[in-house]
T-cell receptor
Framework: GQQLNQSPQSMFIQEGEDVSMNCTSS?????WLWYKQDPGEGPVLLIA?????ELTSNGRLTAQFGITRKDSFLNISASIPSDVGIYFC????????????FGAGTTVTVRA | NAGVTQTPKFQVLKTGQSMTLQCAQD?????MYWYRQDPGMGLRLIYYSASEGTTDKGEVPNGYNVSRLNKREFSLRLESAAPSQTSVYFC??????????????FGPGTRLTVL
């Protein structure tokens, strides 16, 4: 299946900061999905991207589908405490497949 | 709409015991999935059902069986639980058709400990 590499593995945020994370694939994707998981909960779909170069926002979150189709980026603007959690990228196991491969996640924690 | 529901939320088993994890969705989705999540490993697909009446193995199927009971329900069975199956199990569903065919929606999870 597809290998997805997320970075950074973890990050600390300070309230009000802009933060970003990315995901790279060993193969070309035609779909990128970003999920957030709060402690003790299931992942929740944040943003779906279907076109190379596409930039899509959901409130303070913005995600981009990389031009090479092998990467995607997620930005959080003006962080707030409830942004803590684990953010996962996901993409189809094979082209046009409904099965997904997931990255290992970026853990976001509030800096004391 | 409840979305995807899972029962139970927590379970403790002894090695060798069996149990079935239940999942139901009310979104009229065609495809359903079972994942396990272990620390630092992300989500790994155990089994999936592309449509009612079909099931297929995912990345880590050993030690599990599934049943797609009807369009709404997809159960995961551990026949003889092992400590290596201690994990958090998530069920998910997707439309499986159209532009958003692979947008998956997850349940709240079942936290399973095998002693």
């Amino acid at each position: 299946g597809q290998q997805l590499n997320q970075s950074p593995q973890s990050m600390f945020i300070q309230e009000g900061e802009d933060v970003s994370m990315n995901c790279t694939s060993s193969s070309i994707f035609n779909t990128w999905l970003w999920y957030k998981q709060d402690p003790g909960e299931g992942p929740v779909l944040l943003i779906a991207l279907y076109k190379a170069g596409e930039l899509t926002s959901n409130g303070r979150l913005t995600a981009q589908f990389g031009i090479t189709r092998k990467d995607s980026f997620l930005n959080i603007s003006a962080s707030i405490p409830s942004d803590v959690g684990i953010y996962f990228c996901a993409g189809p196991t094979r082209s046009n497949d409904y099965k997904l491969s997931f990255g290992a996640g970026t853990t976001v924690t509030v800096r004391a | 709409n409840a979305g995807v529901t899972q029962t139970p939320k927590f379970q403790v088993l002894k090695t060798g015991q069996s149990m079935t994890l239940q999942c139901a969705q009310d979104m009229n989705h065609n495809s359903m999935y079972w994942y396990r999540q272990d620390p630092g490993m992300g989500l790994r697909l155990i089994y999936y059902s592309a449509s009612e009446g079909t099931t297929d193995k995912g990345e880590v199927p050993n030690g599990y069986n599934v049943s797609r009971l009807n369009k709404r329900e997809f159960s995961l069975r551990l026949e003889s639980a092992a400590p290596s199956q201690t994990s958090v199990y998530f069920c998910a569903s997707s439309d499986g058709t159209g532009l958003k065919y692979n947008e998956q929606f997850f349940g709240p999870g079942t936290r399973l400990t095998v002693l």
